[in-house]
């Protein structure tokens, strides 16, 4: 049986939209793509910051599931703008993968449901 992950900040998902930050089944974890807004759903100008988010929230939910870095198996990343961003995501990400690094896709979009957001990432983990 497939089993929610929310982590405490991330309600809205679940509430607003009706979906799970993370889903867990049969030993993966599926998780949500997400974008750089805060908890208070600020998001900021800097690109930069958004990118830190993004791997935060992440984060969050592979915490929340007991998990963390080491157990994500795929990527994908979705950005506007990606050539003008892409070292700064790359450097970024290298902060929160290890070893064997997971596979990752990144890929150039027009938009994103959120106004003013430039990355949106999305992973699956799966316990070892």
Known sequence: ??????????????????????????????LTGVTGA??????????????????????????TAGL??????????????LRAHLEDFRRIRAQYVVEPFPAWTAIEVVGFTREGAVVELRCIARRS
Do not use: C, R
């Open 68 to 81: 963390d870095f080491s157990h994500v198996v795929e990527m994908t990343s979705y950005h506007i703008g």
């Open 1 to 30: 049986m497939p089993k929610a992950i929310i982590p405490e900040g991330l309600e809205g998902f679940v509430q607003e939209w009706k979906m799970s930050p993370g889903l867990e089944h049969n030993g993966f974890v599926f």
């Open 38 to 63: 805060d908890a208070d759903g600020n998001l900021s100008s800097d690109t930069i910051v958004q990118i830190e988010a993004v791997f935060k929230k992440v984060e969050s939910v592979l915490n």
